[in-house]
């Protein structure tokens, strides 16, 4: 991710001062400092993402990636952050990729279908913005070898080290590849018309080296604000420790780890909606913990010791779910990544004594301590006693709470005969551990000191491994324990495997409200359009575009301005002239528009096209027809795996009928509908040697209607 001294060098040693920082662009600094950056450029985004590239990025080299790839670079510095010995700055490269749609293998956009914006025509142009992992700008002046991985410069027709000649196809091939990796640290697509997706974030754990995911996501959450981008719609499937983080967070804040941003719930799989996914978080988070400790008298599981063992730690009631991994959550952020820390960095995670005290006198303390210390003058040589072993053993002496806060505190406790309490966590499970040793108090003092803070607050390692264990066994669907009435479980696996279906969320980042102020001597209007004499075969529907017009702009202004915004975004119109405002036919073409309408109004251009033969760029869907119609409540493609009847052809969820996640797709298959008309009855009798399916019941999903579709 980060650019070398010597990567620099090959940029003609561009000066790092003259950067914008990464962590801030754009800001009120910028502002300041270059005299009149603006934090939005005021216009669409068609328009401000050439403004963008011709202002911050380096120009592309004459090779050019491929006829319908550009690419660009824009360069950052990270704060102030040096490197090496002579303290070169920490550069980042965003790399732009203007995708040609029209020239390229993939002209549909899958997430515009799943995210509900199917019925928008094709853009003619897709803008990829990229950090790569690996610090190299997708539109260098070299790429490997496609037979031996050696590096090649462009200019160079073969291979120095196998004599492999590099073909434009090699080139085209190595490009798709880069746009399909999945180790970007950011990769976000938008639209010509501004609608578009955030399709990777990886931080840390995805093997950035300097910044972390929240970095990342601001830098995309700004940029997007300053391009006037309309709309960005994420698909959540990210993990964080090896979780679901978006069920993890939903437990925790109620929304994902993108809403932190402003992206709400956008569609919901298997026909959920935003009550159901509401519903559905409440219904998780608010678990009471008394659930899975209220066992009755079966023995203790490690569940109940963990719970009983955070709530220990608390400096206020854990009463439920959402309490329980919102404190683990932050005990692990601002955990030691060493089990041997300092004790006074984590004084924020100690008990406080008094609320303890006033509950209990000393001579209760005294008694649960001196019946501990019996426990522990009966283990013989150095063999330690387990948290549990402990707990357990004295649980009669007195109750729950006052054997947690003894224990707590049981560190460093001098014994008779000049022996004195350690404490440690086991290094394999993280669980506290107790045994006596000889010595006195001053002289074990250091040590009793800081096992008592491990105790406090163990290393990141031992919490990230009990948070991995309690999602599993009170989150996550597939794994939750058994508890209490059957019913409440049942709720609970129904709560979670909705919040897991949930994955798509968007942002309306709502440009108007930042142009408004932007645009102030200009009248800027919603354009849409209505097309005359319109066949079945180039219907469409797209969203209204912006025009931005000057203040003596005319109708006659309007309508040119609307055709060619309109010919610039989607491939299919062009050639489209608009004839006609609608609602304003009898005015004149000469009149001002400032005397029609008023800024941000929407306003319909009537108009007309040639049949260029551009058809199959009406909709981003695709040119297939298809019908979709589940037991669910599903009308459309939600990326979820689905199959279609051989009889009606109507698609419907493998979940739904009862075909499960790792289940092989049977060959034939009809659906309940056509069971029970009788449909079936013909066909089912010259196919008795296939896999035949028949419709209904539950499952799990898998493939997406589109690759169903590629597959047949």
């Not at 980060?2 to 990567?7: F, K, Q």
């Not at 160079?156 to 434009?168: G, I």
């Not at 399709?199 to 830098?219: A, W």
Request: net charge neutral.
């Amino acid at each position: 991710m980060v650019v070398s001294a010597r990567s620099l060098k090959r940029m003609k040693r561009r000066v790092t001062a003259d950067l914008y920082d990464f962590l801030t662009f754009p800001s009120s600094e910028c502002v300041g400092n270059r005299g009149g950056e603006e934090l939005v450029l005021g216009g669409p985004f068609r328009s401000n993402v050439r403004a963008f590239l011709e202002r911050h990025a380096l120009l592309p080299p004459p090779s050019s990636l491929s006829p319908h790839l550009l690419a660009w670079q824009v360069l950052f510095r990270v704060g102030d952050l040096t490197e090496g010995p002579d303290s070169t700055p920490v550069v980042v490269s965003l790399d732009v990729v203007e995708e040609d749609v029209a020239k390229s293998r993939s002209v549909y956009c899958d997430q515009c279908r799943v995210v509900g914006w199917s019925g928008h025509p094709v853009c003619a142009n897709r803008y990829h913005f990229i950090l790569k992992a690996d610090g190299f700008s997708i539109g260098g002046s070299v790429k490997p070898c496609t037979k031996c991985r050696y590096e090649v410069h462009l200019s160079e027709p073969r291979c120095k080290l196998c004599s492999h000649v590099m073909t434009a196809d090699d080139v085209e091939e190595w490009v798709h590849h880069q746009l399909e990796d999945t180790r970007h640290l950011l990769h976000g697509v938008i639209h010509a018309n501004g609608y578009g997706h955030l399709l990777r974030v990886n931080g840390r754990e995805g093997g950035s080296c300097i910044l972390s995911g929240f970095h990342i996501m601001d830098f995309w959450d700004r940029l997007c604000k300053y391009l006037g981008v309309r709309k960005i719609s994420v698909m959540d499937v990210s993990k964080k420790y090896g979780l679901e983080y978006r069920l993890l967070h939903a437990v925790t804040k109620g929304h994902p780890w993108y809403g932190d941003w402003g992206y709400e719930f956008g569609a919901g799989s298997f026909a959920l909606t935003l009550g159901t996914y509401r519903q559905a978080a409440e219904t998780l988070s608010n678990m009471p913990l008394s659930n899975f400790i209220c066992q009755g008298r079966k023995p203790r599981t490690r569940v109940q010791d963990l719970i009983l063992f955070y709530q220990s730690l608390s400096e206020h009631e854990l009463v439920n779910i959402r309490d329980l991994f919102c404190f683990m959550k932050s005990l692990i952020q601002d955990a030691p990544k060493h089990s041997l820390v300092n004790d006074e960095t984590n004084k924020k995670h100690r008990l406080s004594t008094s609320g303890v005290l006033c509950a209990w006198t000393s001579c209760d303390i005294k008694r649960v301590e001196e019946a501990m210390f019996r426990v522990l003058r009966a283990v013989s040589g150095p063999n330690w006693v387990s948290w549990r072993t402990l707990r357990g053993a004295v649980c009669k002496v007195g109750p729950p709470e006052l054997l947690d806060y003894c224990l707590k505190e049981l560190a460093g406790k001098e014994v008779a005969n000049s022996m004195v309490v350690r404490v440690r966590c086991n290094p394999d499970s993280g669980a506290p551990e107790y045994r006596l040793d000889s010595g006195s108090a001053a002289l074990l003092g250091n040590l009793s000191s800081t096992s008592c803070s491990f105790l406090n607050c163990p290393s990141k390692e031992h919490l990230v491994r009990d948070l991995r264990f309690l999602y599993e066994s009170l989150l996550h669907p597939q794994t939750i324990m058994s508890f209490g009435p059957e019913a409440k479980r049942d709720n609970a696996i129904s709560a979670a495997t909705k919040l897991l279906d949930c994955k798509q969320f968007v942002k309306d980042y709502k440009p108007e409200a930042n142009f408004s102020v932007a645009n102030l001597s200009g009248t800027s209007l919603f354009c849409q359009v209505e097309l005359l004499d319109q066949s079945d075969e180039y219907a469409t529907n797209p969203p209204p575009e912006l025009i931005v017009l000057p203040q003596n702009a005319t109708i006659c202004d309007l309508k040119a301005e609307a055709s060619k915004a309109f010919q610039e975004v989607y491939l299919i119109f062009r050639g489209f002239q608009g004839e006609e405002l609608l609602d304003y036919g009898g005015v004149g073409e000469s009149t001002p528009i400032k005397l029609l309408l008023k800024s941000w109004e929407t306003v319909c251009i009537r108009g007309r096209w040639p049949q260029n033969g551009l058809g199959r760029f009406r909709m981003e869907r695709g040119v297939e027809r298809w019908t979709v119609d589940c037991s669910c409540g599903a009308k459309d493609d939600d990326g979820e795996r689905m199959l279609a009847c051989d009889v009606c052809g109507v698609w419907q969820h493998t979940r739904c009928a009862g075909i499960y996640d790792f289940d092989v797709v049977p060959a034939r298959f009809f659906c309940s509908r056509c069971r029970i008309s009788g449909k079936v009855a013909k066909i089912s009798s010259h196919c008795k040697d296939e896999n035949v399916a028949f419709g209904g019941g539950g499952g799990g999903g898998g493939k997406s209607l589109a690759t169903l579709f590629d597959a047949s």
